[in-house]
Protein backbone atom coordinates (compact mmCIF):
# COMPACT_ATOMS: atom_id res chain seq x y z
CA UNK A 1 0.00 0.00 0.00
CA UNK A 2 0.85 3.70 -0.57
CA UNK A 3 2.45 5.98 1.71
CA UNK A 4 -0.70 7.84 2.22
CA UNK A 5 0.63 10.47 4.89
CA UNK A 6 2.95 11.17 2.45
CA UNK A 7 1.03 11.28 -0.56
CA UNK A 8 -1.30 13.89 1.54
CA UNK A 9 1.84 16.17 2.40
CA UNK A 10 2.95 16.21 -0.92
CA UNK A 11 0.14 16.87 -2.87
CA UNK A 12 -1.39 19.33 -0.46
CA UNK A 13 1.93 21.25 -0.91
CA UNK A 14 1.83 21.02 -4.71
CA UNK A 15 -1.66 22.40 -4.54
CA UNK A 16 -0.49 25.15 -2.30
CA UNK A 17 2.40 26.24 -4.78
CA UNK A 18 0.13 25.99 -7.62
CA UNK A 19 -2.45 28.42 -6.30
CA UNK A 20 0.46 31.04 -5.09
CA UNK A 21 2.08 30.67 -8.61
CA UNK A 22 -0.78 31.30 -10.19
CA UNK A 23 -2.06 34.33 -8.40
CA UNK A 24 -5.43 32.79 -8.24
CA UNK A 25 -7.43 33.65 -4.81
CA UNK A 26 -8.81 30.37 -4.48
CA UNK A 27 -10.39 26.68 -5.84
CA UNK A 28 -13.33 25.99 -7.21
CA UNK A 29 -14.50 21.94 -7.52
CA UNK A 30 -17.60 19.71 -8.29
CA UNK A 31 -18.82 17.86 -5.34
CA UNK A 32 -19.91 15.31 -6.94
CA UNK A 33 -20.75 13.32 -3.55
CA UNK A 34 -18.64 10.69 -5.15
CA UNK A 35 -14.92 9.24 -4.26
CA UNK A 36 -12.68 11.56 -6.24
CA UNK A 37 -14.37 14.43 -6.04
CA UNK A 38 -14.39 14.04 -2.11
CA UNK A 39 -10.73 13.00 -2.37
CA UNK A 40 -10.18 16.27 -4.25
CA UNK A 41 -12.05 18.09 -2.05
CA UNK A 42 -10.49 16.92 1.45
CA UNK A 43 -6.29 17.90 -0.05
CA UNK A 44 -7.57 21.27 -1.73
CA UNK A 45 -9.50 22.59 1.46
CA UNK A 46 -6.10 21.73 3.52
CA UNK A 47 -4.28 23.14 0.69
CA UNK A 48 -6.52 26.44 0.64
CA UNK A 49 -8.60 27.68 2.69
CA UNK A 50 -10.91 29.12 -0.04
CA UNK A 51 -12.37 26.56 -1.54
CA UNK A 52 -15.83 26.23 -2.41
CA UNK A 53 -17.31 23.01 -3.38
CA UNK A 54 -20.51 22.90 -6.40
CA UNK A 55 -23.02 20.58 -5.77
CA UNK A 56 -24.66 20.36 -9.73
CA UNK A 57 -27.79 18.19 -9.62
CA UNK A 58 -29.01 17.72 -12.99
CA UNK A 59 -32.04 15.65 -13.69
CA UNK A 60 -31.13 12.73 -11.72
CA UNK A 61 -32.88 11.66 -8.81
CA UNK A 62 -29.61 10.20 -7.32
CA UNK A 63 -27.93 14.02 -7.79
CA UNK A 64 -31.21 15.34 -6.00
CA UNK A 65 -30.71 12.14 -3.11
CA UNK A 66 -27.50 10.00 -1.86
CA UNK A 67 -25.23 12.70 -4.26
CA UNK A 68 -26.45 15.26 -2.53
CA UNK A 69 -26.45 14.37 0.73
CA UNK A 70 -22.90 12.76 0.58
CA UNK A 71 -21.82 16.23 -0.91
CA UNK A 72 -22.73 18.11 1.86
CA UNK A 73 -21.47 15.49 4.45
CA UNK A 74 -18.19 15.92 2.83
CA UNK A 75 -18.38 19.40 3.09
CA UNK A 76 -19.70 19.42 6.68
CA UNK A 77 -17.04 17.12 7.76
CA UNK A 78 -14.15 18.88 6.36
CA UNK A 79 -15.19 22.80 6.47
CA UNK A 80 -15.57 23.03 2.86
CA UNK A 81 -17.83 25.71 1.65
CA UNK A 82 -20.62 24.67 -0.73
CA UNK A 83 -23.16 26.16 -3.27
CA UNK A 84 -25.89 24.41 -4.60
CA UNK A 85 -26.66 24.84 -8.46
CA UNK A 86 -29.68 22.61 -9.89
CA UNK A 87 -28.75 22.64 -13.84
CA UNK A 88 -32.32 20.73 -14.52
CA UNK A 89 -33.82 23.38 -16.60
CA UNK A 90 -30.82 24.27 -18.19
CA UNK A 91 -30.25 21.16 -19.41
CA UNK A 92 -33.77 20.95 -20.55
CA UNK A 93 -33.19 23.92 -22.52
CA UNK A 94 -30.28 22.93 -24.38
CA UNK A 95 -31.74 19.52 -25.31
CA UNK A 96 -34.98 21.74 -26.81
CA UNK A 97 -32.75 24.32 -28.37
CA UNK A 98 -30.56 22.01 -29.82
CA UNK A 99 -33.58 19.50 -30.99
CA UNK A 100 -34.47 21.68 -33.14
CA UNK A 101 -31.31 21.11 -35.81
CA UNK A 102 -30.48 17.66 -35.17
CA UNK A 103 -31.87 14.54 -33.56
CA UNK A 104 -29.76 14.34 -30.10
CA UNK A 105 -28.86 10.55 -29.67
CA UNK A 106 -28.76 8.97 -25.78
CA UNK A 107 -24.93 9.62 -25.67
CA UNK A 108 -25.09 13.43 -26.41
CA UNK A 109 -27.79 14.56 -24.65
CA UNK A 110 -25.67 11.98 -21.41
CA UNK A 111 -23.08 14.23 -22.06
CA UNK A 112 -25.03 17.41 -21.57
CA UNK A 113 -25.02 17.46 -18.01
CA UNK A 114 -21.28 17.39 -17.35
CA UNK A 115 -20.39 19.71 -20.01
CA UNK A 116 -22.76 22.21 -17.92
CA UNK A 117 -20.89 21.17 -14.38
CA UNK A 118 -17.95 22.41 -16.65
CA UNK A 119 -19.40 25.79 -17.93
CA UNK A 120 -20.73 26.27 -14.03
CA UNK A 121 -17.13 25.89 -12.75
CA UNK A 122 -15.45 27.74 -15.06
CA UNK A 123 -18.34 30.74 -14.81
CA UNK A 124 -17.85 30.69 -11.11
CA UNK A 125 -13.71 30.44 -11.22
CA UNK A 126 -13.23 33.56 -13.78
CA UNK A 127 -15.86 35.21 -11.98
CA UNK A 128 -13.77 35.19 -8.65
CA UNK A 129 -10.11 34.60 -9.58
CA UNK A 130 -10.01 30.95 -8.64
CA UNK A 131 -8.84 27.95 -10.63
CA UNK A 132 -10.85 25.04 -11.35
CA UNK A 133 -9.37 21.64 -9.90
CA UNK A 134 -9.91 18.44 -11.78
CA UNK A 135 -11.40 15.08 -10.07
CA UNK A 136 -10.81 12.42 -12.45
CA UNK A 137 -8.91 9.16 -11.65
CA UNK A 138 -6.35 7.43 -13.69
CA UNK A 139 -8.97 4.32 -14.31
CA UNK A 140 -11.36 6.69 -15.52
CA UNK A 141 -8.44 8.22 -18.02
CA UNK A 142 -7.13 5.05 -19.16
CA UNK A 143 -11.06 3.72 -19.87
CA UNK A 144 -11.51 6.87 -21.57
CA UNK A 145 -14.71 6.94 -19.09
CA UNK A 146 -15.23 11.21 -18.77
CA UNK A 147 -16.63 13.54 -20.78
CA UNK A 148 -14.17 15.54 -22.96
CA UNK A 149 -14.72 19.01 -22.51
CA UNK A 150 -17.03 18.17 -19.35
CA UNK A 151 -15.12 16.55 -16.13
CA UNK A 152 -11.87 16.17 -18.66
CA UNK A 153 -11.69 19.39 -18.22
CA UNK A 154 -9.51 21.87 -15.54
CA UNK A 155 -6.79 23.82 -14.59
CA UNK A 156 -4.84 20.94 -12.54
CA UNK A 157 -5.79 17.90 -11.16
CA UNK A 158 -4.37 16.55 -7.87
CA UNK A 159 -5.34 12.86 -8.21
CA UNK A 160 -5.13 11.80 -11.57
CA UNK A 161 -1.73 9.39 -11.01
CA UNK A 162 -4.34 7.63 -8.67
CA UNK A 163 -6.21 4.68 -9.54
CA UNK A 164 -9.34 4.29 -8.44
CA UNK A 165 -8.48 1.12 -5.60
CA UNK A 166 -6.21 4.14 -4.58
CA UNK A 167 -8.60 6.83 -4.32
CA UNK A 168 -11.03 4.33 -2.09
CA UNK A 169 -7.49 3.76 0.35
CA UNK A 170 -6.65 7.06 0.33
CA UNK A 171 -10.07 8.34 1.41
CA UNK A 172 -10.10 5.05 4.45
CA UNK A 173 -6.79 6.63 5.32
CA UNK A 174 -8.51 10.35 5.69
CA UNK A 175 -11.57 8.81 7.54
CA UNK A 176 -13.63 10.10 4.71
CA UNK A 177 -17.67 9.73 4.72
CA UNK A 178 -18.64 5.78 5.18
CA UNK A 179 -21.21 6.36 2.85
CA UNK A 180 -18.63 8.08 -0.10
CA UNK A 181 -16.40 5.12 0.29
CA UNK A 182 -18.87 2.44 -0.21
CA UNK A 183 -21.00 3.96 -2.52
CA UNK A 184 -21.49 2.30 -6.25
CA UNK A 185 -19.35 4.74 -8.47
CA UNK A 186 -21.45 6.82 -10.70
CA UNK A 187 -21.52 9.42 -13.13
CA UNK A 188 -25.48 9.78 -12.72
CA UNK A 189 -25.72 10.27 -16.15
CA UNK A 190 -29.12 8.80 -16.01
CA UNK A 191 -31.60 7.09 -13.43
CA UNK A 192 -29.91 3.91 -12.31
CA UNK A 193 -26.44 4.55 -13.93
CA UNK A 194 -23.02 2.93 -12.48
CA UNK A 195 -19.49 3.09 -14.17
CA UNK A 196 -19.15 -0.54 -13.87
CA UNK A 197 -22.09 -1.99 -15.24
CA UNK A 198 -22.02 0.58 -17.94
CA UNK A 199 -18.24 -0.15 -18.65
CA UNK A 200 -18.86 -4.07 -18.03
CA UNK A 201 -15.56 -4.61 -16.04
CA UNK A 202 -15.04 -3.37 -12.15
CA UNK A 203 -12.28 -1.29 -11.26
CA UNK A 204 -10.84 -3.86 -9.56
CA UNK A 205 -10.11 -5.57 -12.91
CA UNK A 206 -9.25 -2.29 -14.67
CA UNK A 207 -6.65 -1.26 -11.98
CA UNK A 208 -5.04 -4.76 -11.60
CA UNK A 209 -4.49 -4.64 -15.49
CA UNK A 210 -3.13 -1.03 -15.83
CA UNK A 211 -0.85 -1.90 -12.86
CA UNK A 212 0.31 -5.33 -13.69
CA UNK A 213 -0.79 -5.65 -17.16
CA UNK A 214 -3.02 -9.10 -16.14
CA UNK A 215 -6.83 -9.49 -16.87
CA UNK A 216 -8.51 -12.17 -17.67
CA UNK A 217 -9.65 -12.72 -21.47
CA UNK A 218 -13.22 -11.16 -21.34
CA UNK A 219 -11.68 -8.20 -19.02
CA UNK A 220 -9.10 -8.05 -21.26
CA UNK A 221 -10.81 -7.48 -24.07
CA UNK A 222 -13.53 -4.82 -22.79
CA UNK A 223 -10.37 -2.84 -21.18
CA UNK A 224 -8.54 -2.52 -24.54
CA UNK A 225 -11.74 -1.78 -26.68
CA UNK A 226 -12.75 1.15 -24.13
CA UNK A 227 -9.18 2.21 -23.79
CA UNK A 228 -8.49 1.84 -27.86
CA UNK A 229 -11.59 3.80 -28.86
CA UNK A 230 -11.08 6.67 -26.36
CA UNK A 231 -7.86 7.51 -27.45
CA UNK A 232 -9.00 10.91 -28.97
CA UNK A 233 -9.70 12.01 -25.88
CA UNK A 234 -6.63 11.97 -24.09
CA UNK A 235 -4.72 13.41 -27.48
CA UNK A 236 -4.17 17.06 -27.60
CA UNK A 237 -6.70 18.48 -30.32
CA UNK A 238 -5.90 18.11 -33.84
CA UNK A 239 -4.03 21.36 -35.19
CA UNK A 240 -2.77 22.19 -38.57
CA UNK A 241 1.04 22.53 -38.78
CA UNK A 242 1.82 24.59 -41.84
Not at 45 to 56: L, Q
Not at 90 to 114: F, H, M, Q, W, Y
Request: proline share 3%.
Amino acid sequence: MRDYQKEYEGRVAFIRDLVASSGAKGIVFGNSGGKDSALVGILCKAACDDTVGVIMPCASTRNFGSDMDDGNTLAEQFGIETRTVDLTPVRAAAEEVVGTVTDINAASLANIAPRLRMITLYTIAGSEGRLVAGTGNRSEAYMGYFTKWGDGAYDFNPIADLTATEVIEFLDFLDAPVSIRTKAPSAGLYEGQTDEQEMGVTYAAIDRYILTGEASDEDKAVIDRFHSRSEHKRRPAAAYQP
